[in-house]
């Protein structure tokens, strides 16, 4: 549903332009930031963090090692900033007949991973997949259920600011 959730985005935020709204039930002072469908006090940036979630698909369980990217919006050719428990980046996912290219780059603090999870055009496909990280191969083993695709590493590894992860497949 991104149509109806952009437009709902859209209106709220349209109704908060920064100017001051003295006496509208806005906090002290008319705190043009005080968005009361947000639970009022700053909670805006907290609700656009769900709409960047829900849009690249993430799945992160950082004691596993494990993090993924099912992208709503664009899956074909999508790119959108991450977060993870020890570090943030870029992932960039690209589509084409029948290969699927993955890239997280780590721009700030470090990844230690096990698994990735991607999501595939279609349900039923056997995919190959190799993986890089930092340019380095990582033996993975390859579990395609449904539309994901899972790759287990067969040993954690971390993957440094400066660095990236790239996965390859095709079926």
């Given at each position: 549903?991104?149509g109806?959730?952009?437009q709902?985005?859209?209106?709220?935020?349209?109704?908060?332009?920064?100017?001051?709204?003295?006496?509208?039930?806005?906090?002290?002072?008319?705190n043009?930031?005080?968005?009361?469908?947000?639970?009022?006090?700053?909670?805006?940036?907290?609700?656009?963090?769900?709409?960047?979630?829900?849009?690249?698909?993430?799945?992160?369980?950082?004691?596993?090692?494990?993090?993924g990217?099912?992208?709503?919006?664009?899956?074909?050719?999508?790119?959108?900033?991450?977060?993870?428990?020890?570090?943030?980046?870029?992932?960039?996912?690209?589509?084409?007949?029948?290969?699927?290219s993955?890239?997280?780059?780590?721009?700030?603090?470090?990844?230690?991973?096990?698994?990735l999870?991607?999501?595939?055009?279609?349900?039923?496909?056997?995919p190959?997949?190799?993986?890089?990280?930092?340019g380095?191969?990582?033996?993975?083993?390859v579990?395609?259920?449904?539309?994901?695709v899972?790759?287990?590493?067969?040993?954690?590894?971390?993957?440094?600011?400066?660095?990236?992860?790239?996965?390859e497949?095709?079926?």
């Open positions: 549903m991104l109806p959730a952009r709902i985005v859209k209106t709220a935020r349209g109704r908060y332009d920064g100017r001051l709204r003295v006496g509208l039930n806005s906090g002290p002072g008319g043009p930031f005080n968005e009361l469908e947000c639970g009022k006090f700053y909670a805006r940036a907290m609700s656009s963090w769900g709409l960047l979630i829900a849009s690249q698909g993430q799945v992160v369980d950082g004691p596993r090692g494990l993090l990217f099912r992208p709503r919006w664009q899956p074909a050719d999508h790119r959108s900033f991450f977060t993870a428990p020890e570090g943030w980046g870029l992932f960039s996912q690209q589509r084409a007949a029948q290969t699927q993955e890239r997280i780059e780590v721009r700030y603090g470090q990844l230690r991973l096990r698994e999870v991607f999501a595939l055009p279609a349900t039923g496909l056997q190959k997949a190799t993986v890089t990280a930092g380095q191969p990582v033996p993975v083993t579990t395609a259920t449904g539309a994901d899972r790759l287990t590493a067969a040993a954690p590894f971390v993957v440094p600011a400066g660095s990236d992860v790239r996965v497949m095709g079926w």
